[in-house]
T-cell receptor, first 112, second 114 residues
Framework: KQEVTQIPAALSVPEGENLVLNCSFTDSAIYNLQWFRQDPGKGLTSLLLIQSSQREQTSGRLNASLDKSSGRSTLYIAASQPGDSATYLCAVLTSGTYKYIFGTGTRLKVLA | KAGVTQTPRYLIKTRGQQVTLSCSPISGHRSVSWYQQTPGQGLQFLFEYFSETQRNKGNFPGRFSGRQFSNSRSEMNVSTLELGDSALYLC?????????????FGPGTRLTVL
């Protein structure tokens, strides 16, 4: 049974810092991994998707890496801004299923 | 291109009633997934439909059901509502293309059960 864990649960940083969010999963037979951002009371916004054959993906100040053998993904946010404040969720699609399993999220606050 | 739309956005019901939520996927997307989000349990998978067929189902009681129409629009139904069904219900659509299965979410329906 796939389980997804995100550490830390909450993070508060000053503006301008580079930061890393972590996502761990128990079953390495994944099809892809997706990072999302969620603002309070809203739906999820897709940030990056990494296919199982890829090691990393980049979009602007965001970089996500994937290490299937160790069951880990990291989301790197460069030069954080107050507008980055949100909850960040990772979701794993296990091979052979059409079912994303979500982590519990990291609540990020970037202080001006 | 329009995103995923969900109706209604907010709903208040009482225990024992039933409710139907609607989701319209992005044009061309044939897969629709439903999730329940609560503060205590996080995001939990309900079910996924593709071309009117349920391909996967989460661990929810039979009171939760869904369906998909030929135009890919989907509905989910919850019968005999309980207080614990209060949650944000999210719908996601996906385009399976070249081995990529990326989900795009709607704004959700906030259900409150009194």
């Amino acid at each position: 049974k796939q389980e997804v864990t995100q550490i830390p649960a909450a993070l508060s940083v000053p503006e301008g810092e580079n930061l890393v969010l972590n996502c761990s999963f128990t079953d390495s037979a994944i099809y892809n991994l997706q990072w999302f951002r969620q603002d309070p009371g809203k739906g999820l916004t897709s940030l990056l998707l990494i296919q199982s054959s890829q090691r990393e993906q980049t979009s602007g100040r965001l970089n996500a890496s994937l290490d299937k053998s160790s069951g880990r993904s990291t989301l790197y946010i460069a030069a954080s801004q107050p507008g980055d404040s949100a909850t960040y969720l990772c979701a794993v699609l296990t091979s052979g299923t059409y079912k994303y399993i979500f982590g519990t999220g990291t609540r990020l606050k970037v202080l001006a | 291109k329009a995103g995923v739309t969900q109706t209604p956005r907010y709903l208040i019901k009482t225990r024992g009633q039933q409710v139907t939520l609607s989701c319209s996927p992005i044009s061309g997307h044939r897969s629709v997934s439903w999730y329940q989000q609560t503060p205590g349990q996080g995001l939990q998978f309900l079910f996924e439909y593709f071309s009117e067929t349920q391909r996967n189902k989460g661990n929810f009681p039979g009171r939760f059901s869904g369906r998909q129409f030929s135009n890919s629009r989907s509905e989910m139904n919850v019968s005999t509502l309980e207080l614990g069904d209060s949650a944000l219900y999210l719908c996601a659509s996906s385009l399976e293309l070249a081995g990529v299965y990326e989900q795009f979410f709607g704004p959700g329906t906030r259900l409150t059960v009194l």
